[in-house]
């Protein structure tokens, strides 16, 4: 067990881009979620899966975002014509079925818009 | 949606205090999880406690889910303590957690 592990740790792009971030779970986690923090802010939840199914997705995902989890095993984020209010820290978070040992959350991708 | 209130914001402690945070929440909780952000972002789960009292090392917890509030103790302080600690709740016991704004500490040798 490896822990959550979230690709690239950093990615600068220029505005008006589509850039992508992976996301692997820890194997037997069946429930996946991503969420985004910006500074002096609480993360800030923005999808969530159980298995392959996306099972809710806050209002704050707006059209340009897209997330899927194709087999159930890792997750992956999409931009499309990122604006300068995206950047962030993006994190990936995991938990078993189980629940009462919480969530494990990966390292997170820094995300830059110039 | 629920709301989640963290105090104090800030907490600066002398190494070797101890100190108790505060998490109160608007609604019932069927999940409720401490997390410490270190320094370097991240984010390391402490605690899940949904009701009752844990204790892990010189760190402990305490909800009570009727009163809507949970409180995080750190005895003997120490300087890898330093960073801010996170509550995250949810109404339901596999979705999403919404989490406070975070107390901000700062232990100092």
């Known amino acids: 067990d490896t822990g959550v592990s979230q690709n690239p740790r950093h990615k600068i792009t220029k505005r008006g881009q589509n850039v992508t971030f992976r996301c692997d779970p820890i194997?037997?986690?069946?429930?996946l979620y991503w969420y985004r923090q910006t500074l002096g802010q609480g993360p800030e939840f923005l999808t969530y899966f159980q298995n392959e199914a996306q099972l809710e997705k806050s209002r704050l995902l707006s059209d340009r975002f897209s997330a899927e989890r194709p087999k159930g095993s890792f997750s992956t984020l999409e931009i499309q014509r990122t604006e300068q209010g995206d950047s962030a820290m993006y994190l990936c978070?995991?938990?078993?079925?189980?629940?009462?040992?919480?969530?494990?959350f990966g390292s997170g991708t820094r995300l830059t818009v110039v | 949606g629920i709301q989640v209130e963290q105090s104090p914001p800030d907490l600066i402690l002398q190494e070797g205090a101890n100190s108790t945070l505060r998490c109160n929440f608007s609604?019932?909780?069927?999940?409720l999880q401490w997390f410490h952000q270190n320094p370097w972002g991240q984010l390391i789960n402490l605690f899940y406690i949904p009701s009752g009292t844990k204790q892990n090392g010189r760190l402990s917890a305490t909800t009570v889910a009727t009163e809507r509030y949970s409180l995080l103790y750190i005895s003997s302080s120490q300087t890898t303590d330093s960073g801010v600690y996170f509550c995250?709740?949810?109404?339901?016991?596999?979705?999403?957690?919404?989490f406070g704004i975070g107390t901000k500490l700062q232990v100092i040798p």
């Open positions: 978070a995991s938990s078993a079925r189980r629940i009462s040992y919480g969530y494990t």
């Open positions: 995250a709740v949810s109404p339901g016991g596999y979705q999403k957690v919404t």
């Open positions: 194997s037997e986690h069946n429930r």
């Open positions: 609604d019932s909780v069927n999940n």
